[in-house]
């Protein structure tokens, strides 16, 4: 076994696998990027180094840079974790070259997956199914229409490097096909330096299941078995579980050998995922192999008893395969959500800010949290927005669905929006339930999804006694402070003359402001809430973020957090966040030009694909900006003349910054 290795990554990832090597006895070095310097891998690692700023390109993406630390500090080995170098064959050779062990699979295993079109050949040569399309090195746009149109619609296009998404359309018809083409190889070109693309039959109704698979240096592979993935949005994964709910005993077994076949096909060595699409049918197509650990490992690792990360270690030190085949069983059901800073109801767009509240469940044997952030973390715009993940585990679904609605229950973020509430939602509806998930579920149920969620008079009145109880400590500590502790003029308690004793909040719900009311009465106090109704109230406690209500017919002990006017309160059918509103405050503003177009999010400005003073029409793409890895096209909203352009390529902007301005045409 090894006695140090580095860490190459950053977040979630590098913490976990820290996490394993303490286990272990092996120490770790962390990098860092300028933008990482007070994160908590670089906290929890032995030692830490820079690496350069913020950008991936100048930190997490410099192999030499990565590979001369190594050298400094002894490391035998480093783990990529996944992204950024995870399946880069050229780092993995140079690490070879420098006799630094890399930690997954050899550069040739990498060569031969990077390529999806190189990857189907070698799969159809093993026997492996694969998908009816187009594979091949012809990059014409005419030729690759044609192929279109034989293969049929709809189609995928996907980018044969990389993954995540990025690259990759759906296509109905042909008419569109060119455009589709077009924003593929552009984004594929941005991303992985590759714009070939390949074409695939789209398979109606799919299930993304994905089998992991792990070979050693031995000639050995195994499975443990599948993970269902068809809950995505932007083609990402947001919830994951296995056993898979489509599954049965003879597809698993048809499957999971499939999947060994392919990795005994490359020699592979260590972690890596086969991804297959299964139609209704149960008819499975390979898609492409992960050449790597995947986010959603947590998942194989509670059915399996196994620590997927620790095998990573032993296997690349040369150790044969804990496990063989007949060894390895699958138990009860883990589920996996992704708790990302995004805004579900704008298009899942990310979101940055400061995370000044963050509350998790305690682990347990049947609750797991893999995070890499803390409260005061900086959510920014280069890299990955996600915060955290949140798996279960249950003896069977049933039982691990009502945990996990548990757990985002007990789950609040302050600071920065995110998909929690949606997470609720997906968790809670029938079809979730039923296992009827296949990848159009966030499509398909959308409405239900989105819809707004009503606030209980519970949650209003759970907001509003913080508030006050927040403000009483205030006061007892000004008082305490002060000469007179017993002046009336500390009380600050709502009475006045012939009027009644009590304190009103304002909230800002969407564009409407609310009120509520917290009177004192003989018996406590009464609430009246934004719903209609009076919640009578006889005590009232706050011992940190933790609210102790005695109701007059029940007693309730919830958890508030609060920095400045954002309250979360977390209710056990889930979270409801609220924003307290200054009536008094002034507020003051910049109205952008009539025609302005602003940054949905913060983000870099790639492209600019329209001169200033052309004309333009409506739904005309005007440039191109990139957040978290990901493109986003702004449109003209209608016809006229690009009037301006505030940003140059390459520039950096904030959220709701106005990038141009589109002036009526004469």
């Known amino acids: 076994m090894f ?87 050229d780092f993995a050779r140079a690490c070879r070259e420098a006799g630094v062990v890399f930690i997954g699979p050899t550069p040739e295993a990498i060569d031969a997956m990077g390529s999806k079109s190189a990857a189907k050949a070698i799969m159809e040569r093993a026997g492996v199914p694969i998908v009816p399309g187009y594979h091949g090195e012809q990059q014409d746009s005419a030729f690759l229409l044609a192929e279109a149109q034989r293969i049929g619609f709809p189609l995928l296009i996907k980018a044969i490097a990389g993954g995540g998404g990025k690259g990759m359309r759906r296509v109905d018809s042909a008419d569109e096909f060119l455009s589709q083409l077009e924003a593929a190889q552009r984004e594929a070109q941005n991303a992985f330096g590759d714009a070939t693309v390949l074409l695939e039959r789209y398979v109606l109704n799919p299930h993304h299941i994905e089998f992991q698979v792990f070979g050693d240096q031995h000639g050995q592979a195994v499975h443990l078995f599948e993970r269902e993935c068809s809950i995505q949005r932007r083609h990402q994964k947001i919830l994951e579980e296995s056993p ?93 959500v992704r708790l990302y800073a995004e805004n579900p109801d704008n298009a899942f767009l990310p979101e940055t800010g400061t995370l000044t509240g963050l509350a998790f469940p305690p682990a347990s044997a049947h609750m797991r949290v893999d995070s890499g952030v803390r409260v005061g973390d900086a959510v920014g715009v280069f890299y990955d927005p996600m915060l955290a993940k949140l798996i279960v585990w249950g003896e069977d679904r049933p039982q691990a669905i009502l945990r996990l609605q548990q757990m985002l229950a007990q789950t609040g973020v302050l600071g920065v929006v995110t998909n929690l509430d949606f997470l609720g939602k997906v968790a809670a509806h029938p079809a979730f339930l039923a296992g009827d998930t296949d990848t159009g579920f966030v499509a398909t149920h959308a409405a239900q999804l989105h819809a707004a969620r009503a606030v209980p008079a519970l949650a209003w009145l759970a907001a509003s006694a913080r508030v006050w109880l927040d403000e ?49 009465v003989a018996k406590g106090w009464s609430c009246h809430t934004p719903s209609g109704e009076v919640m009578a109230v006889l005590r009232m406690a706050l011992e940190g973020d933790q609210l102790s209500l005695q109701l007059a017919d029940r007693q309730c002990r919830l958890t508030v957090l609060r920095h400045g006017s954002q309250l979360c309160v977390m209710l056990p059918e889930g979270g409801y966040a609220f924003q307290l509103f200054d009536p008094y405050a002034v507020k003051l503003s910049e109205e952008g030009a009539e025609g302005g177009l602003t940054a949905p999010m913060p983000g870099r400005v790639v492209r600019i694909l329209a001169e200033v003073g052309s004309p333009v029409k409506k739904g005309q793409p005007l440039l191109i900006l990139e957040a978290m890895k990901m493109e986003h096209t702004i449109v003209s909203p209608r016809d006229g003349v690009l009037e301006s352009v505030r940003f140059a390529a390459d520039a950096i902007v904030e959220a709701d910054a106005l990038l141009c301005v589109v002036s009526e045409a004469g």
């Open 244 to 336: 898979s709910p489509l599954m049965t005993p003879e597809l698993r077994a048809a499957m999971g050998e499939a999947a060994v076949k392919a990795a005994l096909a490359i020699g592979y060595v260590g972690a890596g995922t086969i991804e297959f699409i299964v139609g209704d049918d149960r008819q499975f197509y390979f898609m492409e192999m992960n050449t790597r650990l995947q986010v959603e490992h947590p998942v194989t690792e509670l059915v399996s008893g196994q620590d997927l990360v620790a095998w990573q270690l032993q296997v690349a030190a040369g150790l044969p395969l804990p496990r063989q085949q007949a060894e390895l069983q699958q138990r009860g059901h883990a589920i996996e």
């Open 472 to 520: 009483q400590q205030a006061r007892q500590q000004q008082a305490s402070a002060s000469n007179d502790p017993n002046a009336p003029w500390h009380q600050h308690d709502g009475w006045r003359l012939n009027a009644d004793h009590a304190r009103t909040q304002h909230w800002q719900q969407g564009e409407a402001i609310v009120q509520t009311r917290l009177k004192p």
């Open 3 to 89: 006695r140090k290795i580095l860490i190459a990554n950053r977040g979630e990832i590098a913490c976990r696998v820290i996490q394993t090597c303490r286990l272990l006895g092996v120490q770790t070095v962390a990098v860092y990027s300028d933008a990482d310097a007070n994160s908590l891998h670089v906290e929890l690692a032995d030692e830490a180094w820079r690496i350069g700023g913020p950008r991936p390109v100048d930190s997490y993406l410099r192999g030499d840079v990565i590979l001369q630390v190594a050298r400094q500090t002894g490391a035998e080995a480093i783990h990529p974790g996944y992204g950024f170098l995870s399946e880069n064959a």
